[in-house]
Nanobody, 123 residues
Framework: QVQLVESGGGAAQAGGSLRLSCTAS????????MGWFRQAPGKEREYVAA????????DYADSVKGRFTISRDSAQNTVYLQMNSLQSEDTAVYYC????????????????WGQGTQVTVSS
């Protein structure tokens, strides 16, 4: 089992920045790929970004590419999502995820989920 605890959500103005953090704990947590999904009101949960266990292979959804950066501190089992140039469309609950080897881009394929943290962007 892997436990995920997110922090860093909140409110920002359009064009601003926020950074989310997620720390993993549990058996072999350091061997898991980690990432982020988000779910806006009335919409399906969608993939945002992911990074492999060693932290050298990031991946992004097209909607956030060039604005968001995912990184990982493997020693701390912590993944970060730096969100810049925020848009109102980024308003959502952001979920940290973890899975062995890779993160699926569809929610049904992901094994472990955090409780979620709200991000609200006002224009």
């Amino acid at each position: 089992q892997v436990q995920l605890v997110e922090s860093g959500g909140g409110a920002a103005q359009a064009g601003g920045s926020l950074r989310l953090s997620c720390t993993a704990s549990g058996r072999s947590a350091s061997n898991y790929a980690m990432g982020w999904f988000r779910q806006a009101p009335g919409k399906e949960r969608e993939y945002v970004a992911a990074i492999n266990w060693s932290g050298d292979t990031p991946d992004y959804a097209d909607s956030v590419k060039g604005r968001f950066t995912i990184s990982r501190d493997s020693a701390q089992n912590t993944v970060y999502l730096q969100m810049n140039s925020l848009q109102s469309e980024d308003t959502a609950v952001y979920y940290c995820v973890a899975d062995i080897l890779v993160i699926s881009t569809t929610p049904v394929g992901v094994d472990y989920w955090g409780q979620g943290t709200q991000v609200t962007v006002s224009s």
